[in-house]
């Protein structure tokens, strides 16, 4: 007398292996449309010619002779003008985080009565940053990837070569 086919162990390996195919397949394709990536540009071209504008306010700023240093400590962000005999009103300032789109901040700055621009945060600030620093007209900018917090003024100078 013959076995039933349920009670045959190759019979359940044939079946299993599919079945173990189609829902690694489907896990794949809930894990790609629940937490798509956000640094993936869709329109490259356009992109490309952002970045020959970005460049040109970069070499703006170094033509201007543009240079600012920035210290973080015990939560308290300073930007400071270095050998600038300009007195800017406002200044941009964005914070772009490496991998976490939602960490990034932007900071519009007032100079204080010494002429540095100061803010304070409510929470800490640390890791790996891209900061921009830019005219409120945006006719120059400055960029650099930094580190925070940072205890000493690091010198940011526009650099043609991190123009993004």
Known sequence: MKTPWYKEPWAWLVFFLPLSAVIAGITTLIIANTDP???VVGDYYKKGKAINIQVSKVKHAQKLGMKFGLKLANNELIITPLGIEREFPIINANFYHPT???KD???ALTPDGNGDFRHT???KVSGKWRVTISSF???WKIQST???PQANFIELIPNPAEAQ
């Open 37 to 39: 990536d956000d640094l």
């Open 100 to 102: 976490q789109q939602e």
């Open 105 to 107: 901040f932007y900071l």
């Open 121 to 123: 945060f409510d929470q």
């Open 137 to 139: 007209e945006n006719n």
């Open 146 to 148: 930094i580190a925070l």
